[in-house]
């Protein structure tokens, strides 16, 4: 258990519809990481939030958001889904600028 | 888009054996970092290297840092079955960049015993 929770494991949804992904941070750590891995895409950031505040933004779809609660939990959500949404999403958190991100065991969505 | 290229994309060794990748990048960065993927799982931290680092040594995991080159390499030494796994680097551009990672495509590791 890396300290960093993300619910669902898995989730399998149709075309169209919206999902939220949550991520619970390792305990600390006040930054939130999400990024998308697709075997096209590879690794692919999308978005940071640090303590409540979106931090960074990377190659995330209008379709997307995120947000960070002040219990430092964060959601992304995924609406309008597409077969190429189908993805791992997985968040990760660090404490700072000096440590390795801490990642979740991540969220397999199949959009079908 | 990603920093980081690596090389080589797969790699297949004996048990026992040393296993060496590459990862290039483009801009500057603050520091370069090395994670582990198994099969469908999380990443998993190995190695952090610094910009003013040239090497640094975990175990039986060496990465060297060459600035001037924008190249890092990973070594792997003795190899065991359970190394085999997807090895990634990922580049830190700094708190300007708000810390994020930008990760390579990664290299596959398999060790046969």
């Known amino acids: 258990d890396s300290g960093v929770t993300q619910t669902p494991k898995h989730l399998i949804t149709a075309t169209g519809q919206r999902v939220t992904l949550r991520c619970s941070p390792r305990?600390?750590?006040?930054?939130v990481y999400w990024y998308q891995q697709s075997l096209d895409q590879g690794l692919q950031f999308l978005i940071q939030?640090?303590?409540?505040?979106?931090?960074a933004k990377g190659n995330i779809l209008e379709r997307f958001s995120a947000q960070q609660f002040p219990d430092l939990h964060s959601e992304l959500n995924l609406s309008s889904l597409e077969l190429g949404d189908s993805a791992l999403y997985f968040c990760?958190?660090?404490?700072?600028?000096?440590?390795?991100?801490?990642f979740g065991s991540g969220t397999r969505l199949t959009v079908v | 888009s990603q920093q980081g290229e690596e090389d080589p994309q797969a790699l297949s060794i004996q048990e026992g054996e040393n296993a060496t990748m590459n990862c290039s990048y483009k801009?500057?960065?603050?520091?370069l970092q090395w994670y582990r993927q198994n099969s469908g799982r999380g990443l998993v931290h190995l190695i952090l290297?610094?910009?003013?680092?040239r090497e640094k040594h975990s175990g039986r995991l060496r990465v060297t840092l060459d600035t001037s080159k924008k190249s890092s390499s990973l070594l792997i030494t003795a190899s065991r079955a359970a190394d085999t796994a997807s090895y990634f680097c990922a580049t830190d551009g700094g708190k300007a960049a708000g810390n994020k990672l930008t990760f390579g495509g990664g290299t596959r590791v398999l060790v046969k015993p």
């Open positions: 290297i610094r910009s003013n680092e």
């Open positions: 990760a958190s660090s404490v700072g600028q000096f440590g390795g991100y801490t």
């Open positions: 939030y640090y303590n409540g505040e979106e931090r």
């Open positions: 305990s600390g750590d006040l930054s």
């Open positions: 801009t500057s960065i603050n520091n």
